[in-house]
């Protein structure tokens, strides 16, 4: 049996909306791995905390897709 193998296996994407980006991906059919949480990242220039908000869902061939949301203007 030949094993599958993704040519994608994880994709991040940016958005402003992320409540209204996760709902679309939830009505294409996709299923949330991790729903909407708070992630405080490291700013490599200031070296402070960059926080974010994300959310995780499979695509349509199982690949893993991220959205972050950032209201700090970094991105």
């Not at 049996?1 to 991906?25: I, N, P, Q, V």
């Not at 959205?67 to 970094?74: I, N, P, R, V």
Request: net charge negative; charged share 25%.
């Amino acid at each position: 049996m030949m094993k599958t193998r993704l040519a994608l296996w994880h994709l991040a994407l940016r958005t402003d909306h992320l409540e209204k980006s996760l709902e679309a991906a939830v009505n294409a059919g996709c299923e949330i791995t991790v729903p909407i949480r708070p992630l405080d990242l490291l700013n490599d220039v200031t070296q402070k905390p960059w926080p974010v908000r994300v959310a995780f869902f499979r695509g349509p061939d199982g690949e893993l897709i991220e959205l972050l949301e950032d209201k700090t203007g970094y991105t």
